[in-house]
């Protein structure tokens, strides 16, 4: 059966989070990872070229094909990461979900686990918000939301950086100038072993 990974990352954050699901996802056996990312808008393009760092994350993703309607149809279980935007998620990724009238009609995404991933530039910028404003779509779809439970080590802590029940997380800091803590990737990795397992109970 197949996970798919679809994210957005602008500035690499996301994409080592999305990485890090891969790579947990991976570890259940009997489990095909479909990676993919959200499309880009043309009119983002000229902007990215004008950011040394923008332009070659950028670069670095084009071999990663874009999400289709397909993807998302045939796989069992989804696993969503999108950087924050004012605490919500980046448009692009609204646009992958408004786009799935038709899967919505035919009750095609109905059942299926899914996971959510975010990053924010500071500490209180919107991880859990952007999480839980991505289940609102999820839920009209029929999906069946997976967190982070407490029980996943690296979760309760004090420390200026991600990790929430509602999914994974980083901080990017105000310049993007920070890497995800090491505690962060690892909980990514629970994430996408927590989701594989799960859709391979719901259905063997």
Same mark, same amino acid.
């Given at each position: ?14 994409? @080592?989070? !999305? ?19 959200? %499309?880009?808008? %043309? ?10 760092? !923008? ?5 670095? @993703? @084009?071999?990663? %094909? ?54 924010? !530039?500071?500490?209180?910028?919107? @991880? ?20 982070? %439970? ?25 310049? !993007? ?28």
């Amino acid at each position: 059966m197949k996970i798919l990974i679809v994210y957005y990352s602008r500035y690499g954050h996301v994409l @080592q989070l !999305a990485r890090a699901v891969e790579a947990g996802a991976k570890t259940v056996e009997g489990i095909e990872v479909v990676f993919r990312r959200a %499309p880009e808008f %043309p009119e983002v393009l000229k902007e990215l070229e004008k950011s040394e760092h !923008a332009s070659r994350i950028w670069k670095e @993703q @084009q071999a990663t %094909p874009e999400c289709s309607l397909d993807d998302l149809r045939e796989a069992s279980g989804v696993v969503f990461g999108s950087p924050t935007r004012f605490g919500n998620m980046i448009a692009q990724m609204k646009y992958l979900f408004d786009s799935t009238a038709s899967l919505w009609l035919k009750g095609e995404m109905e059942g299926k686990p899914a996971g959510l991933f975010t990053s924010t !530039a500071s500490t209180h910028g919107g @991880q859990e918000t952007t999480c839980l404003t991505m289940m609102a779509p999820l839920l009209h779809l029929g999906m069946l939301v997976v967190g982070v %439970p407490y029980s996943i080590p690296g979760m309760i802590h004090v420390e200026a950086r991600g990790g929430t029940p509602y999914g994974a997380s980083t901080i990017a800091g105000a310049k !993007a100038e920070l890497s995800p803590a090491p505690a962060d990737l690892e909980i990514a990795r629970a994430l996408g072993r927590r989701v594989s397992m799960i859709t391979k109970k719901l259905f063997s």
